[in-house]
């Protein structure tokens, strides 16, 4: 008996673990579904943060390096950090907690430290004056000396501005200093008039408004005028007026150029802010417009179609209306380039990032900052007091983009004034403009620069460590975008674009067509840079050419083209490389892989010698390392150094396709091997990938490349966005989760 009760008990327990086991796996599964829920669902700010801790609470309940790959997704994607909130209860709370009743205007001071908001007007209630924040995290904003509603502007460090407005019939406009308290223009009115809706220039130099005899009054009544401002005459000047009532006002910025109203039937014009001329008219909408802003048209024409240049061609402007309504217009285009859906009620404020490519609305039930060229959402503002930022008004981005200031009306709930940081310095940053399935990303040779072709015919260009847009260009088409190829220049100031039928050089700085070249329809295209000579191209004509060669071509001054030598292709051309100026050619085909002296055509010879075909194999940005596949097994991959032609290593049972130029770090995608459903890095000679980042996303084909240093990973996506990882960022914050 006693034997029995012995072997019971242990029975119970081990019963009793197995189930306790039990528990802590499903609380980790729970945990990693919890942190899958906010990677893929709609984000808000703080999303990274959380959905990391939550997988290293899974880490803690049983550690696993099975972690890893899911704690990678979480270092990719805009994030937002709440920096500073001043939270105004709602409207059956006290007075005394707040001067104001909510902000309704905001603008960051050009070194994107302070905040200046204008207070929120109730008809018929108190005016309370705008409120200054110091971007001290424990201070309050400090309340200015005069009361009255009206739009803000911080034109350099020493000016907050207000252009002061009431709520009765005024006879002037007052511009004044905020924080000194002295009066700087008086705007004066032909007569006393209501101001329904007024606009400042962020650089103070333009005002805008539009009054009316009668509060209300009846849309003929009204009169829209615009003044110049000069604030060391201390003079402002009438330069236009039109009839009608304007319900959305706005300026370019940060030099005011450009002018755009929008009316209560959907119709917005855009003017010069020099002399008031129109521009450009369109109808968005049969319903009010709300709100306008204008942003920097990152979008380049190719050049194939010349067209005169136009006042308007350098900005988008963003319409925001009545019931929720948003779209993106492209001026220069004059089309919409796309809609956004999901604001509630009304679009009260709209601002771009310093870029073009993120725009962010004011609504009810929370701000949004969307995506300009896809559209998607990517980022819901929430308060951290309730979740709910309610009837925000305000919103502006801090001159570098890296902040966005909120404002919000206090109306059914609590309102105020919140600052955050957006960040994407967890290891991965993403690039946006661009709207096709992604086909080639390349890295400038020292680093500077991102560029991607898309398989819809752009062409984007990015600064790496900031992740500024510098241009996206619409470029000729070729046959297919795998085949075209684009170059950086040995300064870095222009890119080369090859496809189709032509070659074309645009400069960063002014993304300008500068130079182009034409040649018969052709494929493969290979372009090199080479200090103090002509570029390179090498590629295969597909006109004449029943050998498949390849043609090698200078581009000369004056779209002059110089024939240098051809190498045969035969069978069925895959592709080919050319490295860092043109120093080797690859060529891959059903004949086999061959390496060629890229400024002669000389035959290199590879060893171990391939015998029959290949279609795999790839040369390093610089031609000190080639992979190709292992004599007589597919399966494998060899890693030759060309320095000496002897093997750096083999990868087995997978396909690397690029690897740095040390041979020590290669990638691969599920295009390559079905294991890597993703970007996996590994190192050369282990079976299993590091990381793989984008898992269930894998890039298409070619749509990947490693650094020379193997420091930065970069790939394209199927939305149009580019990815670029900072290895040892990547792997310091993966270190928690094990080794592989």
Request: proline content about 6%.
């Amino acid at each position: 008996m006693l034997f029995a009760l012995v072997g019971g008990l242990a029975f119970a327990a081990k019963l009793a673990d197995e189930k306790q086991k039990q528990i802590v796996e499903q609380q980790r599964e729970r945990a990693v579904l919890d942190s899958q829920h906010l990677l893929l669902g709609e984000r808000s700010g703080g999303w990274s943060r959380e959905s990391m801790r939550l997988l290293e609470a899974a880490n803690k309940l049983r550690p696993g390096d099975d972690l890893r790959d899911p704690a990678a997704a979480t270092l990719a994607g805009l994030d937002a950090e709440r920096i500073y909130e001043h939270y105004i209860p709602g409207p059956r709370a006290p007075r005394k907690y707040s001067n104001v009743l909510g902000y309704d205007e905001v603008a960051f001071s050009p070194d994107g430290i302070r905040v200046l908001a204008g207070a929120w007007w109730i008809r018929n209630q108190k005016l309370f004056p705008a409120e200054l924040w110091d971007g001290n995290a424990a201070s309050k904003p400090s309340p200015t000396a005069r009361p009255g509603r009206g739009p803000v502007a911080f034109p350099d460090a020493d000016s907050p501005l207000q252009l002061l407005l009431t709520d009765q019939p005024q006879k002037t406009l007052t511009l004044w200093n905020v924080a000194t308290d002295v009066t700087l223009i008086e705007v004066a009115l032909p007569e006393a008039r209501y101001v329904e809706i007024a606009a400042l220039s962020s650089d103070a130099n333009f005002a805008a408004a539009t009054l009316t005899p009668k509060r209300d009054d009846d849309a003929k009544n009204a009169v829209t005028v615009l003044w110049s401002l000069d604030r060391k005459k201390r003079t402002a000047t009438r330069i236009r007026e039109w009839p009608g009532r304007a319900t959305a006002l706005a300026f370019t910025s940060p030099a005011a150029a450009l002018f755009a109203t929008g009316s209560e039937t959907g119709e917005i014009v855009i003017r010069s802010a020099a002399d008031g001329a129109e521009v450009h008219r369109m109808d968005e909408v049969e319903h009010p417009i709300l709100s306008l802003a204008f942003g920097r048209n990152y979008r380049r024409p190719s050049g194939e179609r010349p067209v005169p240049p136009h006042a308007a061609d350098e900005w988008l402007l963003a319409a925001g209306s009545h019931g929720g309504g948003l779209s993106v217009w492209d001026l220069r285009t004059r089309k919409r380039i796309t809609s956004l859906y999901g604001n509630a009620y009304g679009v009260h404020r709209l601002a771009f990032s310093p870029d073009g490519t993120l725009l962010a609305s004011a609504s009810r039930l929370n701000p949004i900052l969307w995506d300009v060229a896809t559209g998607q959402r990517v980022l819901r503002f929430q308060s951290a007091e309730n979740g709910l930022i309610d009837y925000s008004s305000g919103i502006a981005f801090s001159p570098d983009g890296g902040k966005l200031a909120i404002g919000c009306r206090v109306v059914f709930v609590g309102g105020g004034l919140d600052v955050f940081r957006l960040s994407e310095d967890r290891g991965v940053r993403t690039y946006r403009g661009m709207t096709g399935v992604l086909e080639r990303v390349w890295l400038s040779r020292s680093g500077k620069y991102v560029a991607a072709l898309a398989q819809n015919w752009q062409l984007g260009v990015w600064e790496k460590d900031t992740g500024r847009t510098v241009a996206v260009w619409d470029v000729p088409a070729g046959i297919t975008a795998d085949n075209a190829a684009a170059e950086f220049d040995a300064d870095e100031r222009e890119i080369l674009f090859a496809s189709g039928r032509r070659v074309s050089r645009w400069n960063l700085a002014t993304g300008a067509r500068t130079g182009v070249w034409k040649m018969p329809l052709g494929l493969n295209d290979c372009l090199a840079t080479r200090p103090g000579k002509k570029p390179l191209l090498v590629r295969r004509d597909v006109v004449d050419n029943p050998k498949n060669e390849f043609r090698a071509r200078e581009l000369g001054p004056n779209e002059g083209l110089s024939d240098l030598y051809t190498v045969p292709g035969g069978g069925d051309v895959h592709s080919g490389l050319l490295s860092a100026g043109g120093r080797l050619l690859f060529v891959k085909s059903t004949h086999g892989a061959k390496l060629y002296d890229g400024e002669t055509g000389t035959p290199v010879p590879i060893e171990p010698a391939r015998a029959g075909g290949s279609d795999f194999g790839w040369l390093s940005p610089n031609g000190k390392v080639l992979t190709i596949h292992e004599a007589g097994n597919e399966e494998n991959t060899v890693v030759l150094g060309l320095a000496d032609r002897k093997p750096l290593g083999v990868q087995h049972r997978g396909i690397l396709s690029r690897t740095d130029e040390s041979g020590r770090l290669g990638i691969s995608s599920q295009v390559d091997h079905p294991s890597d459903d993703g970007v996996a890095l590994y190192r050369i000679g282990e079976a299993r990938p590091l990381v793989t980042f984008d898992r269930r996303r894998p890039p298409i084909t070619n749509c990947y490349d490693i650094s020379p240093d193997g420091r930065f990973i970069l790939w394209g996506r199927w939305d149009g966005t580019v990815c670029v990882a900072d290895v040892n960022m990547c792997m310091e914050q993966l270190a928690k989760f094990g080794k592989r």
